[in-house]
C-alpha cells in the first residue's frame, strides 16, 4: 500500500444506479469526506504527496497525491476481470483545464511482461485511459452520470458547455460531482 493516512478504505454503497455495491475505495483525498449528499462544490484534502509515474505516463501530465495498493493472485483460468467506477469532485469545472485525475488498473504476470492498464475505455479504434477529460459531459457521455451542484454549472468554461451537462443524479448518495458508469477491467 502506498497512500497517505485516509485515503483508503471499504466502502458499501446502496444506490438504484448500476455501481459497485461494496469493495475498495482508494481516493486522492479523504475517504470520510465521500458519503453524501453532496452539498459542497469543491469537497478536497491535499495531501501533497508524490504522484505515480506509471498514471502520469498514462495521462501525460504529472500527478499527485497518488494512492496504490499492488497485490498478487494466481488465477484459476486465464482471464479475470474487476468491475469499477470512477469518481471525482474536479467534476465538471475541471474539465480540460490540466487537473485530470485518473484512475488505472495495472497488471503484470504471464502474457503481460510489463506493467498493463486494463482499466480503460475503448472508443472505436482507439483505447484511452479513464480520466475526468476522457469521459465526462461532453466526451464519451454515454459513460457518465452527472452529479454537481447548481453553483458548479455556472463556472463551466467555456459557457457554451453549460447547457451540456444533465441534471444532478445522485446528490443524496455521494459527494463526488461525476462519475463513470459501471466499467468492467478484463
Not at 19 to 38: A, M, W
Not at 105 to 128: C, D, E, H, W
Amino acid at each position: 500500500v502506498k497512500a497517505p493516512a485516509g485515503s483508503i478504505g471499504l466502502f458499501e454503497f446502496e444506490t438504484e444506479k448500476d455501481l459497485v455495491p461494496n469493495g475498495l475505495i482508494l481516493s486522492t483525498g479523504l475517504v470520510s469526506d465521500i458519503q453524501g449528499p453532496n452539498d459542497t462544490t469543491n469537497t478536497s484534502t491535499e495531501f501533497l504527496s508524490a504522484g505515480d509515474k506509471d498514471l502520469s505516463n498514462l495521462i501525460g501530465r504529472l500527478t499527485s497525491d497518488a494512492v496504490s495498493v499492488e497485490f498478487d493472485f494466481i488465477p484459476f483460468s486465464d482471464s479475470i476481470g474487476f468491475y469499477y467506477f470512477f469518481a471525482s469532485e474536479e467534476y465538471p469545472e475541471y474539465v480540460g483545464k490540466g487537473f485530470n485525475d485518473a484512475f488505472a488498473f495495472l497488471i503484470q504476470g504471464p502474457g503481460y511482461p510489463y506493467y498493463t492498464n486494463i482499466a480503460r475505455l475503448q472508443v472505436g479504434p482507439k483505447i484511452i485511459p479513464i480520466s475526468i477529460d476522457n469521459i465526462n459531459f461532453i466526451t464519451n457521455k454515454h459513460e457518465f452520470i452527472s452529479n454537481h451542484l447548481k453553483a458548479d454549472k455556472k463556472i463551466i468554461k467555456p459557457k457554451s458547455w453549460q447547457k451540456e451537462l444533465n441534471e444532478a443524479e445522485m446528490l443524496n448518495d455521494i459527494e463526488f460531482d461525476g462519475m463513470t458508469k459501471k466499467l468492467k477491467a478484463t
